[in-house]
């Protein structure tokens, strides 16, 4: 399975952005996605996930209530609609694929594969 993240650039503070990730080589809906980011001289850490059919979804704490994922499974194409957007929120988004997303302590596991990053700068 192959994955296209795109849709980042630079947006001001409280504005909105919305990431696609493209999957190709298999079909989406046998997976869960996730979106993870890591900021310079930073961890990576799991931002969402959304499971097959979309009956479990996880936000970190805090982008609740600001961000939203969604999938396409029709286009292969999972979405993160990003509103309210913090200078924080500047990281490399990633989107991934498994077959299921997996929580510890409340914290997004590792996926198993992954697609190539797209920058988000949240600047004015």
């Known amino acids: 399975v192959q994955l296209q993240a795109s849709g980042g650039g630079l947006v001001q503070p409280g504005g909105s952005m919305r990431l696609s990730c493209v999957v190709s080589g298999d079909t989406l809906a046998r997976y869960a996605i996730g979106w993870f980011r890591q900021a310079p001289g930073k961890e990576r850490e799991g931002v969402s996930a959304?499971?097959?059919?979309?009956?479990?979804?996880y936000y970190k704490d805090s982008v609740k209530g600001r961000f939203t994922i969604s999938r396409d499974d029709a286009k292969n194409t999972a979405y993160l609609q990003m509103n309210s957007l913090k200078p924080e929120d500047t990281a490399v988004y990633y989107c991934a694929v498994d077959f299921t997303f997996q929580l510890q302590s409340g914290t997004l596991m590792p996926f198993s594969s992954w697609g190539q990053g797209t920058l988000v700068t949240v600047s004015s």
């Open positions: 959304i499971s097959p059919h979309a009956g479990s979804i």
